[in-house]
Every structure is written in structure tokens, then in C-alpha cells.
């Protein structure tokens, strides 16, 4: 029985993380055309209508707004929406957890997180926690955020969306020979996987 029950939840734990993944996919392609399928239907005669409208026009807006994103005017305006949001209790928490989980995978775990390192945030190597240098210069900052010596390091949560960022001094970190992903990897499930063949 015993045994049954092992070869149950490896092929549980092998299937899982796909189904999950396509389960996601296929919810957001899907959401996408239901969406902007409606507003093509209200705008398009309805004999024009070809399924997989909407998801074109959904990657059209995504590209669109990527565009639009550079240009310094919206940019104000886009910050002012996302002010808005950092204001409102609980929406301001998802925003913010998503955006950063977005940000992190658009830039392919590279970009601010640039140095995996050991953390001990406790002023002693007993304790250590794995975290991403985000920033070693504070030139441009609100005084009082940062100061000499120390750098920004982000400290992810195992499983879950978000984390914390330390101003820790230079000397509580230990530099780790790693790659973000396999780094980010490790973390979010507290230690159990480090890269994508791992079979922990």
C-alpha cells in the first residue's frame, strides 16, 4: 500500500505543476476572447466575426500598451493609476505582489535582482536566508532610505507571492554562485527544488 501511495504522488506531483500550467493558459486565452470578443461583435458587423478575435486583439492591446508605456506622458499616467491602487487597503497588497511576480518574469529573473546571495539577517551565520541584491546605490533616493555600507536585498517568501526588502549591511551577506532562476526557484519552495530537472 505503501508503495501505491508513492508512485500515486509522484505521478501527482509530475502532472500537477502541467495541468496547472494549461489549466492558467487556457483560462486566459479564453477570458481574453470571451472579453474583447464582445467589444469586436459590438463594433464588427456579426458575419465578420471570426473566433480567436478576441485573443488577437488581446496580444495587440498587450503589445499596444507596451508601446504606449514609453512614452513619458503616459508613463505619468499609468503611475498615477497605480498611486490609486497602493491606496486602497487589500487590492493595494495583490497589486503589488503581481506586479512584482510579472516584472521578475518579464525581465527572465534578471534586471534589478542582479547577485544571489546568503543573508544573515541577525548579525550571525547561524541563521541564513537566500536573497537577491536589488541595489548597492542609493543616489536618487528620499533621504534616509539606504546610506553607506549597506545594499538592498529582497528576501522572498516560500510559497507564496511577495517577500521583504532588508537594508543590510555589506558584511551580513555571502555571495552565491547561482543562477536567479534556480535561486528564485529554491526559495519559493523552501529548498525542495533547485533547477527545472530537479526531481525533489
Same mark, same amino acid.
Given at each position: 500500500?505503501?508503495?501505491? $501511495?508513492?508512485?500515486?504522488?509522484?505521478?501527482?506531483?509530475?502532472?500537477?505543476?502541467?495541468?496547472?500550467?494549461?489549466?492558467?493558459?487556457?483560462?486566459?486565452?479564453?477570458?481574453?476572447?470571451?472579453?474583447?470578443?464582445?467589444?469586436?461583435?459590438?463594433?464588427?458587423?456579426?458575419?465578420?466575426?471570426?473566433?480567436?478575435?478576441?485573443?488577437?486583439?488581446?496580444?495587440?492591446?498587450?503589445?499596444?500598451?507596451?508601446?504606449?508605456?514609453?512614452?513619458?506622458?503616459?508613463?505619468?499616467?499609468?503611475?498615477?493609476?497605480?498611486?490609486?491602487?497602493?491606496?486602497?487597503?487589500?487590492?493595494?497588497?495583490?497589486?503589488?505582489?503581481?506586479?512584482?511576480?510579472?516584472?521578475?518574469?518579464?525581465?527572465? $529573473?534578471?534586471?534589478?535582482?542582479?547577485?544571489?546571495?546568503?543573508?544573515?539577517?541577525? $548579525?550571525?551565520?547561524?541563521?541564513?536566508?537566500?536573497?537577491?541584491?536589488?541595489?548597492?546605490?542609493?543616489?536618487?533616493?528620499?533621504?534616509?532610505?539606504?546610506?553607506?555600507?549597506?545594499?538592498?536585498?529582497?528576501?522572498?517568501?516560500?510559497?507564496?507571492?511577495?517577500?521583504?526588502?532588508?537594508?543590510?549591511?555589506?558584511?551580513?551577506?555571502?555571495?552565491?554562485?547561482?543562477?536567479?532562476?534556480?535561486?528564485?526557484?529554491?526559495?519559493?519552495?523552501?529548498?525542495?527544488?533547485?533547477?527545472?530537472?530537479?526531481? $525533489?
Amino acid at each position: 500500500m505503501a508503495t501505491l $501511495g508513492r508512485i500515486f504522488l509522484a505521478g501527482l506531483a509530475t502532472l500537477l505543476p502541467m495541468v496547472i500550467t494549461v489549466w492558467l493558459v487556457v483560462w486566459l486565452a479564453i477570458s481574453a476572447e470571451r472579453g474583447l470578443g464582445e467589444v469586436i461583435r459590438v463594433v464588427l458587423p456579426e458575419d465578420w466575426y471570426l473566433p480567436g478575435m478576441g485573443l488577437i486583439a488581446a496580444i495587440g492591446l498587450v503589445f499596444a500598451v507596451g508601446l504606449l508605456a514609453r512614452n513619458v506622458l503616459l508613463r505619468r499616467l499609468f503611475a498615477l493609476g497605480e498611486a490609486i491602487f497602493n491606496r486602497i487597503p487589500l487590492v493595494k497588497t495583490l497589486y503589488g505582489a503581481i506586479r512584482d511576480l510579472v516584472q521578475f518574469v518579464a525581465k527572465g $529573473g534578471r534586471g534589478q535582482f542582479n547577485r544571489v546571495v546568503m543573508v544573515s539577517p541577525f $548579525g550571525s551565520d547561524e541563521v541564513e536566508l537566500v536573497g537577491f541584491v536589488t541595489r548597492e546605490d542609493f543616489d536618487g533616493l528620499p533621504e534616509g532610505i539606504g546610506r553607506e555600507g549597506r545594499v538592498a536585498v529582497y528576501l522572498p517568501m516560500s510559497y507564496q507571492i511577495g517577500g521583504y526588502t532588508l537594508y543590510i549591511p555589506t558584511d551580513r551577506i555571502r555571495p552565491i554562485d547561482m543562477s536567479m532562476e534556480d535561486a528564485m526557484r529554491f526559495a519559493v519552495t523552501a529548498g525542495m527544488s533547485v533547477k527545472r530537472d530537479d526531481p $525533489g
